[in-house]
C-alpha cells in the first residue's frame, strides 16, 4: 500500500485547510487510518483516527473541536479538516494506515505511512 498526502500549505491563523491521503490500493474496510504530525524539533505525535465505517473518530486534546478526521471507504480517501489553525499546528503531517481494525494513538501502531505534507500557520 502507498499513501499519497496532499492539501498542505501555508495559512494565517484562524485559517482552514483540507488535507487528503489516497492509498494506492484497497485498504480493507477494517483497517484503522490516522493521521500524525511532526513539528520542527519535536517527535511525531498522533493527531486523529478513524477505524472502521461507522466508527467514532477521536483525537488528540490539541485539536478537538478544530480538526475532523472522515474517511471515503469506497475510494480509499482519508481527509482531515482542520480550521482555527494555530501557528503551534505547524509540522510535517503524515497519514497511515493502522495494523488493525482499531488505529491507536501510537504510531508503532500503523504498517504503511505517507510521505507527509507540509502545513505551516503564520501568526
Known amino acids: 500500500v502507498q499513501l499519497q498526502a496532499s492539501g498542505g500549505g501555508m495559512v494565517q491563523a484562524g485559517g482552514s485547510l483540507t488535507l487528503s491521503c489516497a492509498a494506492s490500493?484497497?485498504?480493507?474496510?477494517?483497517?484503522?487510518m490516522g493521521w500524525f504530525r511532526r513539528a520542527p524539533g519535536k517527535e511525531r505525535e498522533f493527531v486523529a483516527a478513524v477505524g472502521w465505517s461507522g466508527s467514532t473518530p477521536y483525537y488528540a486534546d490539541s485539536v478537538k473541536g478544530r480538526f475532523t478526521i472522515s474517511r471515503d471507504y469506497g475510494k480509499n480517501v482519508v481527509y482531515l479538516q482542520m480550521s482555527g489553525l494555530k501557528p503551534e499546528d505547524t509540522a510535517l503531517y503524515f497519514c497511515?494506515?493502522?495494523?488493525?481494525?482499531?488505529?491507536?494513538?501510537?504510531?508503532?501502531?500503523?504498517?504503511?505511512w505517507g510521505q507527509g505534507t507540509q502545513v505551516t500557520v503564520s501568526s
Open positions: 497511515a494506515v493502522a495494523r488493525g481494525a482499531m488505529p491507536p494513538r501510537e504510531a508503532s501502531g500503523y504498517n504503511y
Open positions: 490500493r484497497r485498504t480493507s474496510s477494517n483497517n484503522g
